[in-house]
């Protein structure tokens, strides 16, 4: 069946809807490739626009926008999971779009999502789905402590809100709108980790590594990945996981999977995105082919070869945070930063096997990701005394 797909040739147009950094890196990586690019992006100054051969900044539903970006592009992919629906199916009238809009639908709904591992017969958190009072008044007790999640356009842990008892989920649920919602039971997590595979439309499959991820504060922090970052039987079956879930929903383009691992070490999967994943960075410097190759290859319908692994690999994220703290050098008794100021970036690449990615945002905030700090080495000792004295340069906490 693979035969029959006509690859797009570098010098074709690809485009993206969304320009974030997830976009701008795509970019840097089909233009490495001989291809242009073209953004659709509301904001002038989206990371992926200005990078890119054209930068449309109209609404993700202006017809016109979305006519012109169908007009220079010979395919389309999102690297956000909430672009409207409508704007994908409009696209997809007259171009190829991928991932198909009704992946990305399913990948947008918290609920459908839960209901599609059921499908897949991946084990998911005890949840209920929550769209009336009605349903909510029927939640079973055995699901408190736990986490109530809109449905829809959560992400970086916000639309969230943590219920441990009765009174909590009821003025929880008011606080977050009312609006259809998810309760998942908390689970003690021992760790999570992730896997991106990447499928084309002929059905080849392949994937990355198991990455080990840190959050902190609903935030990813951390993605370690080498052997033995997770027990082989537990990254076989992630990987497997992932590999039915793309599957099942007959995936066109990069996903990723995110999975908690518990106590038992038992498996338990928590939710997809439809793109490449911050999870997925470190494959940018550690691995033969990085995940945004991945996505230009699946949107080009061109081959996809198994990436191979070839450095231990430590990705530490850099939120906006870090342009508030006083560096190590300047901690000694100084007031609390306000001011804006550059990260030790001198001191940071100084270290070995340190690849600094920063995406372009003129304006630092709290919580807001500024950049990824890759570090690879020749084992995984090496990579990880190398990221902690990053982390303390930086003023990221040890992990
Ligand atoms: P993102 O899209 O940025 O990955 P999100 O806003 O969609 O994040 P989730 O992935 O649902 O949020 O949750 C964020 C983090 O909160 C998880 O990675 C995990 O650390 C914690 N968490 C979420 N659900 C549970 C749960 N049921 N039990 C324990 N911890 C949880
Ligand atoms: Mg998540």
Redesign the pocket.
């Known amino acids: 069946m693979s035969q029959t797909l006509k690859p797009l040739l570098p010098g074709s147009t690809l485009g993206v809807l969304g320009g974030g950094q997830l976009g701008r890196m795509w970019a840097h990586v089909a233009q490495r490739m001989g291809y242009n690019t073209a953004v659709l992006d509301p904001d002038a100054q989206s990371p992926a626009g200005l990078v890119s051969h054209h930068h449309i900044h109209t609404d993700y539903l202006d017809a016109a926008g979305l006519k012109q970006l169908a007009t220079v592009c010979q395919a389309v992919t999102t690297e956000f999971e909430n672009v409207p629906a409508d704007a994908l199916a409009q696209l997809a009238a007259t171009l190829p779009v991928s991932p198909a809009v009704s992946a990305v639908a399913v990948a947008q709904d918290r609920a459908r999502e839960k209901a599609h591992f059921v499908t897949c017969g991946v084990p998911v958190?005890p949840h209920a789905v929550i769209d009336t009072a009605e349903q909510l008044a029927a939640v079973n007790d055995h699901l408190l402590p736990?986490?109530l999640?809109t449905s829809r356009m959560?992400?970086?842990?916000?639309?969230?809100l943590r219920v441990a008892t009765r009174d909590e989920l009821n003025a929880g649920w008011v606080k977050l709108g009312s609006v259809p919602c998810v309760l998942?039971?908390?689970?003690?997590?021992a760790s999570?980790c992730s896997v991106i595979v990447a499928r084309g439309r002929d059905g080849a499959m392949v994937n990355l590594p198991v990455q080990r991820?840190l959050?902190r504060d609903?935030?990813?922090a951390v993605t370690e990945v080498f052997t033995g970052n997770v027990p082989e039987a537990l990254a076989n079956q992630a990987i497997t996981a992932a590999k039915a879930v793309a599957q099942e929903l007959s995936y066109a383009g990069v996903l990723c999977v995110?999975f908690?691992v518990l106590a038992d070490n038992s498996l338990v999967v928590?939710?997809i995105?439809p793109r490449p994943h911050?999870s997925g960075h470190y494959s940018q410097d550690a691995c033969d082919v990085s995940q945004f190759e991945l996505q230009v290859r699946t949107m080009a319908d061109l081959p996809l070869t198994q990436p191979r692994l070839h450095s231990p690999a430590i990705m530490l994220n850099l939120l906006g945070d870090l342009w508030f703290k006083p560096s190590e050098s300047e901690k000694s008794g100084s007031e609390p930063n306000s001011l804006q100021t550059e990260p030790a970036w001198q001191k940071v690449l100084a270290l070995p096997g340190t690849h600094l990615h920063l995406y372009g945002k003129v304006e630092a905030r709290v919580g807001r990701k500024m950049g990824h700090l890759n570090i690879t080495a020749a084992t995984p000792e090496a990579a990880r005394a190398v990221a902690l004295q990053a982390a303390a340069i930086l003023g990221i906490a040890p992990f």
């Open positions: 958190a736990g986490i999640k959560g992400y970086d842990g916000k639309g969230q998942e039971k908390m689970l003690p997590l999570e991820n959050h609903g935030i990813l995110e908690f928590n939710e995105a911050n």
